[in-house]
């Protein structure tokens, strides 16, 4: 289901909400990765919330991070579940350290490692972070630094899978995130 919100200052956003459960915030990495999947593995565990916010192109992770602390707001959630596939990982693990109290736990698929990732000592909830095995760009070898900054991560790598989990392998995707949210 779509909907429009009005964020501080007057402008207006979409917003797609699907599933029903623990509220969760989807960061999607360029070009909506994987978008529809995330919520379709999880629809009555997860109620995920997708926005197209308004913003210049090539914000920093904070600044995406402050829009999506934005939009939670003023639709007026508490506490979330943030995910977070590839470009939309740091977005995620940013917004997890700036905003402890709103994050209940983190997801972050196919981290890319870069130098996009200064806040990672102070993510503090239960984080997961996904990695395929074939994936030659954001795969263990570029997730296992990410993973290790973090003081609560675990770190899990699929075996035979490559960049996109939720498409490659999504039965084992699926139980490695319903595990970790259970625990």
């Not at 973090?150 to 490659?168: D, M, W």
């Amino acid at each position: 289901m779509t909907e429009i919100l009005e964020l501080p200052g007057g402008q207006l956003a979409d917003y797609h909400v699907a599933g029903s459960g623990i509220p969760a915030l989807l960061f999607p990495g360029s070009g909506g990765a994987c978008q529809r999947q995330y919520s379709a593995l999880f629809p009555f565990v997860l109620r995920t919330y997708l926005f197209d916010l308004p913003g210049p192109a090539g914000q920093s992770p904070e600044e995406h991070a402050r829009r999506y602390e934005q939009a939670r707001s003023a639709i007026g959630l508490r506490r979330v579940v943030v995910f977070g596939h590839a470009s939309g990982a740091a977005a995620a693990l940013a917004y997890a350290a700036m905003y402890p109290e709103r994050t209940a736990a983190c997801v972050v698929v196919a981290p890319d490692g870069g130098g996009a990732y200064p806040l990672l000592e102070h993510v503090f909830c239960r984080t997961l972070i996904v990695a395929g095995e074939l994936d030659l760009t954001s795969g263990p070898a570029q997730a296992a630094p990410v993973a290790q900054r973090i003081p609560h991560a675990e770190l899990v790598v699929l075996p035979g899978c490559g960049r996109l989990p939720a498409v490659e392998a999504p039965g084992g995707y699926r139980q490695v995130v319903l595990d970790f949210l259970r625990g």
